[in-house]
């Protein structure tokens, strides 16, 4: 069965740390994960996307590694802002039926405290 | 670009009552789906329509919900009768044709069934 685990469920960090977001994923076939962060009333927002041959990819302070092997991402977080307290989703694409459909993660909920 | 517009923004209604949730896709834009999101199971695929055909139904709960495309600009969602178990926030998301990585997301409209 298709799945996506994302861990921790919530996390709580203080402004200016670093944090790291991980995504297990159990999907096939695999045609590219993402990062969407959700800000509360708000639909997501797509962070990052990366496919089966990249390992990193960085956007601004958020950068996701993807290692295919393994299947496993993450999402770290540089200097964390008040601004970054949201759900982070991890979004993982498997071209399935003769169209590319969306697995989702149940999110991490982080909050930054000042 | 306005993105995708949906509304109501938010609605509650009584049990028993027809709910229709609207949605304007990204101008250009050929595919459209429909998500539900609740807090047990996150961000679940109801309908995918590409070129205004419903391609994928699959994750419609059941008979009481249908959605319509009858045009590149607009689809609706409906929900009759509506239940409790309903209540959930409910998303729009477009795509360009060719970019399988650019699905924008609406802000959803949050439905609670009383």
């Known amino acids: 069965k298709n799945q996506v685990e994302q861990s921790p469920q919530s996390l709580i960090i203080l402004e200016g740390k670093n944090c790291t977001l991980q995504?297990?994923?159990?999907?096939?076939?695999?045609?590219?994960l993402r990062w969407y962060k959700q800000d509360t009333g708000r639909g997501p927002v797509s962070l990052t996307i990366?496919?089966?041959?990249?390992n990193t990819k960085s956007n601004g302070r958020y950068t996701a590694t993807l290692d295919a092997d393994t299947k496993q991402s993450s999402l770290h977080i540089t200097a964390s802002q008040l601004s970054d307290s949201a759900s982070y989703i991890c979004?993982?694409?498997?071209?399935?039926?003769?169209?590319?459909?969306?697995?989702f993660g149940a999110g991490t909920r982080l909050a930054v405290h000042p | 670009d306005a993105g995708v517009i949906q509304s109501p923004r938010h609605e509650v209604t009584e049990m028993g009552q027809e709910v229709t949730l609207r949605c304007k896709p990204i101008?250009?834009?050929?595919?459209l789906f429909w998500y539900r999101q609740t807090m047990m199971r996150g961000l679940e695929l109801l309908i995918y329509?590409?070129?205004?055909?419903?391609?994928?139904d699959s994750g419609m709960p059941e008979d009481r919900f249908s959605a319509k495309m009858p045009n590149a600009s607009f689809s609706t969602l409906k929900i009759q009768p509506s239940e409790p178990r309903d209540s959930a926030v409910y998303f729009c998301?477009?795509?360009?044709?060719?970019?399988?990585?650019?699905?924008?997301f609406g802000s959803g409209t949050r439905l609670t069934v009383v």
């Open positions: 998301a477009s795509r360009g044709q060719g970019d399988i990585y650019g699905y924008t």
């Open positions: 995504c297990n994923y159990t999907v096939s076939p695999f045609s590219n």
């Open positions: 990366m496919t089966f041959s990249e």
């Open positions: 979004v993982v694409t498997s071209f399935s039926g003769g169209y590319n459909k969306l697995i």
């Open positions: 101008s250009g834009h050929n595919s």
């Open positions: 329509f590409n070129n205004n055909v419903p391609i994928d």
